[in-house]
């Protein structure tokens, strides 16, 4: 199966506009157990399941409106050139969508976060396409259905579908059918994340490629499954029994697992910065000083804390320019 197939089996292939324009917001996820590795590069189907949490207030608004002739993407208020990477990988998810070679889209998209920074844009952007698409063609699809449109655009957009925990399952078919994400009922109002800014430039390796070079190159992948089965119970008991320090060592120690398997790859990728490094080292002296504090990282030198509510400041003396998200706040939203 292709992509043009899923979408075909999903949407019955109507693309005829139902309005003007479609509009929608999804917000940024953090994955605590990560997706790292596909079984399928063609429909982003992952060797693992993986867990995240949504970030609120964080994330794309995006309206699509159909135009004849060639697309026009604004990002964040600024047309986007038809030659970058953004602007390819775009057109080729639009291409899904077209009722004829000629129909083309005006994309007009908001982030609320730094595009491409490793603060997860491409899956809230994805995301709010998807949903975007729904409301133009008015197919009124359900979450699920919605969770596969997104994951073709990028693996972990299929979990921005949702505000909350959320679990991407694997699946095991073919045809990727089974490959959707879920909400977890549960809510942990006193949550926080903490957004420490390293760099906003955009990031040199991609995670799709660094990931696919990790698969095929890194020996220490071949134990990556087993730590994600591992992790994803610890990680799913300690929602459960709101036991913080069971989550951010399972969120902590995956996290740096899955960058061991890059970092072992050839050609090697590392996304840390020494900046990264020394957040790391201060993560790690407050928690020897008995701080709850434990942090995550995904495909670029930023480092996303883990803490509760109630220590949010003390943090904040260590780390002055964090940004903190309540997750679970909904008055945020
Ligand atoms: C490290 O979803 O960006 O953030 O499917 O190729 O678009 P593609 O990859 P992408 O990979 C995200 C990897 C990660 C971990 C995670 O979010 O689970």
Redo the contacts with the bound molecule.
Sequence with gaps: MNKQDVVQSITGGQFEAAAANGTASAPA???LC???G?RNEEI?LPVTS?L?VSLGHLGTTTTVEPVAGADEVILNGLPVPEDTTFARRLRAYLDLFRRDAKQGFKVITHNTIPTAA?L?S??SGYAALALAMNELFGWDLDRRELSILARL?????SRSVYHGFVQWHAGSQDDGLDSFAELLPETWPDLRMGLVKISTMEKTV???DA?RETVAESVLYRSWPSQVERDLQIIRQAIAEQAFDTLGRAAENNALA?HATAIAAWPPTLFWWPESVKAMQKVWALRANGMPVYFTM??GPNIKLLSDKQNVRAIQNEFPDVEWVAPFDESAR
């Design positions: 996820n953090i994955a990560k997706y790292w596909k982003n993986s995240s490793g997860a491409s899956a655009g990028s693996g972990s957009a991609s995670s799709r990931m899955m995904d495909a």
